[in-house]
């Protein structure tokens, strides 16, 4: 399937590794040019000479700042000349307790998954080149709580809505939007939960033996889900919230 997106150009962030580098490498194989967004400029620059030349630039900032997503958008423009959308991947949130974390940490929370989300939306659509196809890296919390995961248990199913407002709101004028729950994908930040708790082998064993397909995904898996919705192949999908993860998730 062609799914013609060659030459078109996204801006990726928390591009410097797991699910955001997955989908900027499955969107550049797919001859798309991208605008990588992290906070480690070394990965960031390994990441850009590893694809083929004029197909990717980095900018190495911190997401939370607030110039950071007009920043991005300038730079596609500047450097590509177009924007048609975005991948919008953020640091998940710490764990705990709904009535144990501080409100000091639900302030950085809201800071971090749900303005950052917002901004990065706000600033690609203002400067997009086309109607835009915005993608967000959500959680299977937006369904379901995750034990130990109240930042993300209340924050991650008001961007899950804000998927769909944003889709009704930019569909008039050809804009799509998409929410991807990646609950069992294995990456640094799974790794890092495992290693919270007291056995991580045990951790991950027994995730695994929750997951019908009976292993964590691979990063690439869920970039390719991810390439395919923001291109013009899935033309007629918008504000959906999908999930990536095996089969884990139980309700529908």
């Not at 060659?6 to 962030?13: K, N, W």
């Not at 001859?31 to 694809?51: I, T």
């Not at 708790?197 to 064993?205: F, G, K, V």
């Amino acid at each position: 399937m062609d799914l013609q997106l060659t030459d078109r150009t996204f801006v990726v962030t928390a591009a410097s590794a797991g699910l955001g580098r997955a989908c900027a490498d499955a969107l550049v194989a797919e001859g798309a040019r991208v605008v990588l967004v992290a906070r480690r400029g070394e990965v960031l620059d390994g990441a850009v000479a590893s694809y083929p030349q004029g197909r990717a630039v980095a900018l190495a900032a911190d997401l939370t700042q607030p110039e950071t997503a007009q920043r991005a958008a300038e730079l596609a423009l500047d450097t590509f000349g177009r924007l048609d959308g975005a991948l919008v991947s953020v640091g998940g949130p710490l764990r705990g307790a709904a009535l144990e974390n501080s409100d000091a940490e639900w302030h950085a929370a809201f800071d971090s998954v749900f303005l950052t989300a917002l901004r990065v939306a706000r600033a690609v659509v203002a400067a997009a080149t086309a109607p835009p196809v915005l993608g967000f890296v959500l959680s299977t919390s937006v369904k379901a709580p995750l034990p130990h995961m109240a930042l993300s248990n209340g924050l991650r199913p008001g961007l899950g809505v804000l998927v769909k407002q944003l889709g009704d709101e930019l569909g008039p004028k050809g804009g799509r939007t998409f929410g991807l729950m990646p609950g069992s994908i294995l990456t640094e930040r799974i790794t890092w939960l495992h290693n919270q708790t007291s056995d991580p082998a045990a951790a991950r064993a027994s995730a695994e033996a929750g997951i019908p397909l009976r292993r964590f995904g691979e990063p690439a898996e869920f970039g390719r889900v991810a390439t395919f919705l923001l291109s013009p192949a899935a033309s007629y999908v918008t504000g959906s919230v999908i999930p990536v993860d095996g089969g884990a998730m139980r309700a529908l």
